[in-house]
């Protein structure tokens, strides 16, 4: 069962759970599940239960034994998106809420926003349907190759009771690589999501017709993005405040704050 402890350790990763750490909440040693994770031995069925609880999957899907879709990745694709991370990184590295899992949102979110918007890519990188939330593919790998590059520098951090993995942008941001379209998009996703905590912006995204779309483990197409729905499409939050200042206009409002400026930034 090669395929399961490969599954198990990515599980865990993508988590930002340590080997001590996923050990305690089995009730395991870690010696023990690291014959479990290397394929050494028998999971039993209660600690295959409790796996399922920890991960918030089926014993179906842990046990279905399905390989990552396998896609072609240009390499400007992964350069373009290296970029990405360390730009959007150098925008938000330093807030305690942004880990892994956090990042994992911001770099879906303005890929999808972008390309909803424009029917163009920022990247086009691809993200799976893990059980939880959309990530890129291959993450860890693009991580550990801008590491040997210096480009960034991960550290593990204790958060709100759960190791956290995070990253430090360990080189200047390209601001020629993106255009500013692009850029204002990114800027738009980073006030709509940096703030949210690792399971609230989990949470968010199962909520997404893309993500809701696909299979697990299966690529998320980025023409899924044409199904979206309010809050997340940007096309109907575009729609619904230009019809609340329709509504505002109508009503006189903008006419009784014009001379109160501080007050009037709300309304924007």
């Not at 390499?75 to 809420?97: D, M, R």
């Amino acid at each position: 069962m090669l395929w399961f402890w490969s599954r198990l350790k990515e599980l865990r990763e993508t988590n930002g759970l340590s080997q001590e750490q996923l050990a305690s909440m089995l009730d395991v040693s870690r010696p023990t599940l690291t014959q479990i994770e290397s394929d050494n031995r028998v999971i039993k069925a209660h600690e295959l239960k409790k796996l399922s609880e920890i991960f918030d999957v089926s014993i179906d899907f842990l046990l279905s034994g399905k390989e990552n879709q396998e896609i072609a990745i240009t390499n400007e694709q992964k350069q373009i998106f290296k970029e990405l991370i360390i730009y959007i990184l150098s925008k938000v590295w330093a807030q305690y809420n942004v880990g892994k899992t956090v990042l994992y949102k911001l770099l879906y979110f303005s890929e999808f926003d972008y390309y909803e918007l424009t029917g163009s890519h920022i990247s086009g990188y691809p993200f799976i349907k893990l059980p939880m939330w959309p990530a890129p593919l291959h993450f860890n790998t693009i991580i550990k190759e801008m590491e040997q590059s210096n480009e960034i520098i991960t550290v593990t951090a204790e958060y709100w009771g759960y190791y956290q993995q995070r990253y430090v942008p360990n080189k200047p941001f390209d601001d020629t690589a993106f255009s500013e379209n692009q850029k204002k998009l990114i800027a738009s996703v980073l006030n709509l999501y940096a703030h949210y905590k690792a399971n609230e912006i989990s949470e968010l995204s199962h909520q997404d017709k893309p993500r809701q779309i696909a299979k697990d483990m299966d690529i998320i197409g980025y023409d899924l993005a044409k199904f979206r729905e309010y809050p997340f499409s940007p096309r109907e939050r575009i729609s619904k405040k230009e019809e609340a200042q329709k509504v505002a206009l109508a009503s006189g409002i903008f006419n009784d704050l014009a001379h109160e400026p501080d007050l009037y930034e709300d309304y924007r």
